[in-house]
């Protein structure tokens, strides 16, 4: 029997994916039978792709983002997109708690001073902020930004949210105006849906003020980094913990001499775990895809 055509794009090393049932190609093709592509929403599929792929029906993204599709150029040619709802929010959660410590406590420069034998006693570096009593704003309340929330809690911080409505269900205060937010926070924390456009400009940067922190854990086109870059070299902003990058990987250059900053590689939803959980997610999309089934984790 033929196996169906499946387009993989980029070329990734899917963590204990079993893909034995399909005839993998990759980009450019010249396959007019592939009727469903896997991607990261980083990357996506673009619409010259979909206009080159005629019987494309489904567009299965592993992990959260979707980011780099065209969702509505997506429906209109009929094809649906899938993506891995909820397979990473604790891990991502983890890192945000991660950032917003290592940041407020100098664990950067901290480091860089012990093993550049500047550890000069009794304070290796100037004192740093309490975590405890901080105000967290929490921009984007889904499945990140809860956790972030609830691990917050327990670090007793106060805590406030943003996004496009507000949910009765939710556990913290809403704030519907984000340069309110802004203004409240010590800690503002991005973790919106990554499709957003630059939600957070140099206005909201300016808004967090001098002492305050901006954690990044979604996508990077959701910051104005040039704003982000200059307000930290010039001390209108405290500090930054960025796990995600306008571009990815993200030049080193860039970082050079940016000051009270922890950088992580896009590492948020890495682990082990989550990753496995990815795999099987878009095992199972695909199967019940070629099925004719209902689609597991279909874009909302
Ligand atoms: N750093 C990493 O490794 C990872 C990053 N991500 C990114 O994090 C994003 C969020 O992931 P989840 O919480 O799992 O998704 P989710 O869909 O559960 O939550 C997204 C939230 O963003 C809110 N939102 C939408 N537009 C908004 C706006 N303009 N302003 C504020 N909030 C807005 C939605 O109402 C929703 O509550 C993903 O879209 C992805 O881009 C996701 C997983 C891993
Ligand atoms: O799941 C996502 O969207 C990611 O960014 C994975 O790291």
Redesign the pocket.
Known sequence: MTKPALLIHPPLGLFEMRLADYDVVHWPTDRKDVRAAVTI??VGISNAMIDALPELGAIVCF?????GIDLAYAAKRNIAVTHG?????E??AD?AIGLMIAVCRGFTEGERVLRENRWAPPLAIPPQRRLRGRKLGV?????????IAHRAEAFGLEIKW????A?PEAQHAYEPD?PKLAEWSDILAI???????R?ITADIIKALGSDGILIN???GSLVDEDALIAALKSGALGGAGL??FQEEPTPAVRWENVPNTTLTP?????TRE?LYAGSQNVMENLRRFYAGEPLLTPV?
């Open positions: 929403g980083s992990g959260v983002g979707v980011d709802r909820e397979i990473n929010h891990d991502v890192v921009v984007g309340y889904g499945a990140i930004g809860q956790s943003f996004g496009p409505r949910k984000l973790a919106a849906r990554g499709d957003q456009g939600i854990i979604s996508r796990d995600v896009h590492l948020g939803g890495g989550a909302a």
